[in-house]
């Protein structure tokens, strides 16, 4: 189910076939059921059912039809997310070990800092695990 290209955009065909999905008009790849959503803009926890079609989130809501579920029988459901100002040095550790950490928190990213030019590794080790 992974993307393997890594795109962030996307072709007309795979837009029409998420708002299908979105829609309620076609199954989508992935629904995981029952699961404690935890809304970071609003600060609330929800119950939810989130729907997934070519590894993008088309909907959140009861009634969605699927290839597969997964029941989260109550687990919390949170967006992954990007540290925008992080020190990696400082955690004395190398790149791939400091995200080899951080992953399993839930951080997913790093914004890169207008320094990296000057630190090689920096360059040459981006934060992929």
């Not at 999905?21 to 059912?49: F, K, T």
């Not at 597969?68 to 040095?89: K, N, Q, T, W």
Request: proline fraction near 5%; include cysteine; hydrophobic fraction near 40%.
């Amino acid at each position: 189910m992974e993307r393997a290209d890594k795109r962030t955009t996307m072709i007309p065909g795979e837009l029409s076939q998420l708002v299908r999905v979105a829609r309620g008009d076609a199954p989508a790849d992935l629904v995981l059921r029952n699961a404690q959503l935890v809304n970071v803009y609003s600060g609330e926890i929800y119950p939810a059912d989130v729907a997934v079609c070519d590894a993008r989130i088309a909907g959140i809501g009861e009634g969605y039809k699927a290839k597969e579920e997964i029941d989260l029988r109550g687990s919390y459901l949170a967006p992954g997310l990007i540290d925008a100002h992080v020190h990696i040095e400082s955690s004395m550790v190398g790149v791939r070990q400091f995200a080899q950490a951080v992953v399993r928190a839930g951080h997913l990213g790093r914004r890169r800092s207008s320094r990296d030019h000057q630190r090689p590794w920096a360059r040459r080790n981006p934060l992929h695990v």
